[in-house]
């Protein structure tokens, strides 16, 4: 089975300020990956998803873009944090042999002040 | 496209009664349909998956939901609440998109367990 890790678990950032999230996966080989926010009170948004290297797809827009330098990597940043970033990152890719179900990493709390 | 509605945004139940969890789906094909559960702080749990096979899906934890073509729903249930099922439930709908499963979650079921 596949483990995926998110760095960091917890992140304090002012207003204005880059973001760096990262996700990597571990188990499977050129998985579909996926980027999504969880903000207080509400469901999960899909906010970017990879098909394979170089490749992302953006569901909403934002100040927020994603990169998949390699097949496991999965970044997730911003020039500029605005207080709405605010939220729990969670990455995830398909479960290996169930490409329709999602298994999700541990998530990355973000707080912008 | 697909849509999902989780009829309750809070649940509350006492320990040792039936919990029951709202979910009405809407897709334009042969979803697949999920249930998550989220501790606070945690990732997302898979709790049960419904693919067209048997319509009574059981899970882990003793949670089943019911897929009822007719009435594009997919509750959630368990016959007795336990203090450690308290958590975030979320309903999942998905389909094939472009070559690629994409996912459209329900906003939420915050299920509270009294002793």
């Known amino acids: 089975s596949q483990t995926i890790h998110q760095w960091p678990a917890t992140l304090v950032q002012p207003v204005g300020s880059p973001l760096s999230l990262e996700c990597t996966v571990e188990?499977?080989?050129?998985?579909?990956l996926y980027w999504y926010r969880q903000a207080a009170g509400r469901g999960l948004q899909l906010l970017f998803y990879?098909?394979?290297?170089?490749?992302i797809s953006s569901e909403v827009p934002q100040n927020l873009s994603a990169s998949r330098p390699q097949d496991r990597q999965f970044i997730l940043s911003s020039k500029k944090l605005l207080l709405s970033d605010s939220g729990f990152y969670l990455c995830?890719?398909?479960?290996?042999?169930?490409?329709?179900?999602?298994?999700f990493g541990p998530g990355t709390r973000l707080t912008v002040l | 496209a697909q849509s999902v509605t989780q009829l309750d945004s809070h649940v509350s139940v006492s320990e040792g009664t039936p919990v029951l969890l709202r979910c009405n789906y809407s897709?334009?094909?042969?979803?697949?349909l999920f249930w998550y559960v989220q501790h606070p702080n945690k990732g997302l749990q898979l709790l049960l998956k419904?693919?067209?096979?048997?319509?009574l899906v059981k899970g882990i934890n003793g949670f089943e939901a019911e897929f009822k073509k007719s009435e594009t729903s997919f509750h959630l249930t368990k016959p007795s609440a336990h203090m450690s099922d308290a958590a975030e439930y979320f309903c999942?709908?998905?389909?094939?998109?472009?070559?690629?499963?994409?996912?459209?979650f329900g906003r939420g079921t915050s299920l509270i367990v009294h002793p």
């Open positions: 995830a890719c398909p479960e290996v042999g169930r490409t329709d179900t999602q298994y």
């Open positions: 999942v709908v998905s389909d094939l998109s472009g070559g690629s499963y994409i996912p459209t």
């Open positions: 419904y693919t067209s096979a048997a319509t």
């Open positions: 188990g499977t080989s050129n998985p579909n």
């Open positions: 897709s334009s094909y042969s979803p697949s």
């Open positions: 990879s098909v394979g290297i170089g490749q």
